[in-house]
Nanobody, 126 residues
Framework: QVHLVESGGGLVQAGGSLRLSCTAS????????VGWFRQAPGKEREFVAA????????YYADFVKGRFVISGDSAKNTVYLQMSNLKPEDTAVYYC???????????????????WGQGTQVTVSS
């Protein structure tokens, strides 16, 4: 079992930045793909970014490319999502997830991830 805890959300003005953290505990000896998803009110949960098992490969949704950066610190069992140039449409609850994905091509599917955090609210004001 892997327990994930997100932190770092908050209220920020458009154009501002936030860094989200996702810290894992439990069976962290195994390697997982870690993804960030978000869900706005009335919308489906959508893929934002993911980092591969080795922490080298990163993947992004088109709408965050050039603005968000995902990174990992294996010593701290933590994955970060640095968000810059935030827009009001980025407002959502952000979730991190960990999964033993059979194929990295599945990274955008929420169902491919076995473990989820509780989410952290990000609100961007215009």
């Amino acid at each position: 079992q892997v327990h994930l805890v997100e932190s770092g959300g908050g209220l920020v003005q458009a154009g501002g930045s936030l860094r989200l953290s996702c810290t894992a505990s439990g069976r962290t000896g195994s390697s997982y793909v870690v993804g960030w998803f978000r869900q706005a009110p009335g919308k489906e949960r959508e893929f934002v970014a993911a980092i591969g098992r080795t922490g080298i490969s990163t993947y992004y949704a088109d709408f965050v490319k050039g603005r968000f950066v995902i990174s990992g610190d294996s010593a701290k069992n933590t994955v970060y999502l640095q968000m810059s140039n935030l827009k009001p449409e980025d407002t959502a609850v952000y979730y991190c997830a960990a999964g033993d994905l059979l194929m990295i091509a599945l990274r955008t599917a929420p169902t491919a991830y076995q473990y989820w955090g509780q989410g952290t609210q990000v609100t961007v004001s215009s």
